[in-house]
Nanobody
Framework: QARVVESGGGLVQAGESLDLTCDVS????????AGWYRQPPGRQRELVAT????????YYSDSVKGRFTISRDDAKNMVYLQMKSLKPEDTAVYYC???????????????WGQGTQVTVSS
């Protein structure tokens, strides 16, 4: 059983919305933190959002702040990424991760999903 499984990618037009879902039930326990990364074609992977259980503000990269929202439902062992006002530069493979914070740094030490493609056409 895969530990982390994303779903919800697809092809949308600029300005539209798309929701990604991540099932972390394969981890086997309630995770401390989760994060979404993305890797655009020909570019390095970047961390776009993180969420923790308690006492920590959600993180968003500058490129998605105000447009993307990360959330979690621990009862369902699910993590979500709501993406609005999508732009062509949001085109990437999106990866869900489970992990924890080591000090102030997010560490995806519990697993990565296989990735889901998001393509935004202009």
């Amino acid at each position: 059983q895969a530990r982390v499984v994303e779903s919800g990618g697809g092809l949308v037009q600029a300005g539209e919305s798309l929701d990604l879902t991540c099932d972390v039930s394969g981890i086997g326990f309630t995770i401390d933190a989760a994060g979404w990364y993305r890797q655009p074609p020909g570019r390095q992977r970047e961390l776009v959002a993180t969420i923790s259980r308690v006492g920590r503000t959600n993180y968003y990269s500058d490129s998605v702040k105000g447009r993307f929202t990360i959330s979690r439902d621990d009862a369902k062992n699910m993590v979500y990424l709501q993406m609005k006002s999508l732009k062509p530069e949001d085109t990437a493979v999106y990866y869900c991760t489970a992990g924890s914070f080591i000090g102030a740094e997010y560490d995806p030490n519990l697993g990565w999903g296989q990735g889901t493609q998001v393509t935004v056409s202009s």
